[in-house]
């Protein structure tokens, strides 16, 4: 896979597709530059090169979220809000280009001298950059001679800036970010040749949005342990009463299938012995401890119990290899958090003995960065989405783009 260190960058205008989709508050600032921050060893290297960068990017959804007149609404999505910061990080001229293509911006990518930066308005003011157009692409296309795709945040979309425009470069032209090309690294150092034994953690809502990722987890880990909400449809399709808890009626087949196939491949699959359920779904409910067969028919299941916490704590310790998606319970609410937060320190401390953990998906990222144990884990992925489809097998196109 080609990289940003394979390619002649001086004095060459650099197109680089980055994630800067970051969080702003009611005064459009930034707080959380986790995405700008992690985009920076790319830039930086394109401007040590002697390349002029030209960077862009979506911000937010203004196409879903438009004005009442049906205009966009350019003053809460522009991304000239991080304009001053990207400076600050980079150290370099930053400049900006209200439309991210056009004769002006053309123009101004022109006049870029290297070790400059121009950003470029957001990509999603055009309805094209969702739908991969080609016309917006070859647009984009027309600003540089190199492409380079560091969002991988976003390279499970086949978008206009992130796959479709990489078709206007030749192959010796473009060529993955860092952080692009660290995150397929840490999913490959977990699929593909893993320290054994792998220990796969999986929680979060539905079983549905993890089915495939399950799949294919069966297959290449020795150990899975399920957590949330949908350790219960796996319960109630053994058998078990689960009370009010959440269940996907429709997933219990595939539930079984699941558990028939990790027999026959040796995969062990750990589900939850002992459940933490409250009288409402609400961080004030009453609560009790018991066996998660037999939730009481008013009662739901909200975090795992103090034996299952035990019992993943020993297989997650027992780990070369950690790949952690999705929460252990509802830890949103601090009643239902414990769970979570303990299997967040047993992989911090597994790390520490020696184990390489992958963290992947939001709410387990964002449980690790609230346990305080963001650099005592090997990698933490900041594409939810991207990272799950890529651990599901799939191809994603920002990665195919480049690699055609
Ligand atoms: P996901 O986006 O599928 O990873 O799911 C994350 C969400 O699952 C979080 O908002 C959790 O609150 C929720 N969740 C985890 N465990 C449970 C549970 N036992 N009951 C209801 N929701 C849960």
Known sequence: MRTIKDLDLNNKKVLVRVDFNVPLNANYEITDDTRMQKAMPTIKYLLSEGAA???????????KKKNEDGTINVKKYTLKHVVEHLASLTGAEVQFASDCVGGETELMAERLEAGQILLLENTRFYAGES??????AIKLSRLAEIYVNDAFGT??????????????????????GFLMHSEIESADKLLKSPKRPVVAIVGGAKVSDKIKLLEKLIEVVNHVCIGGGMAYTFKKALG????????EDEYMDLALEILAKAKDLGTEIHLPIDTLI????????????????????????LDIGPKTIEAF???????????????MGVF?????????????????????????????GGDSVAAINKAGLSDKVSFISTGGGAMLEYLEGKVLPGIKAISE
């Open 53 to 63: 960068v030209i960077l862009c990017s979506h911000l937010g959804r203004p196409q």
């Open 155 to 176: 390279a499970h979309r086949a978008h206009a800036s992130t796959a479709t425009v990489a078709q206007y470069f030749k192959p010796e032209n473009k060529a993955l």
């Open 131 to 136: 739908k991969g157009d080609l016309d917006l």
């Open 278 to 301: 409250a009288d409402d779904f609400n961080n004030e409910a009453n609560t009790d401890v018991v066996d998660t067969n037999h939730i009481p028919d008013d009662w739901q299941g």
């Open 240 to 247: 078990g009463s689960i009370g009010q808890s959440l269940c």
């Open 313 to 327: 704590r020993k297989v997650v310790l027992g780990a070369q290899s950690i790949l952690w998606n999705g929460p």
């Open 332 to 360: 949103e609410m601090e009643t239902f958090a414990k769970g979570t937060n303990q299997i967040a320190l047993a992989v911090g401390e597994a790390t520490q003995n020696g184990a390489y953990s992958l963290i992947g």
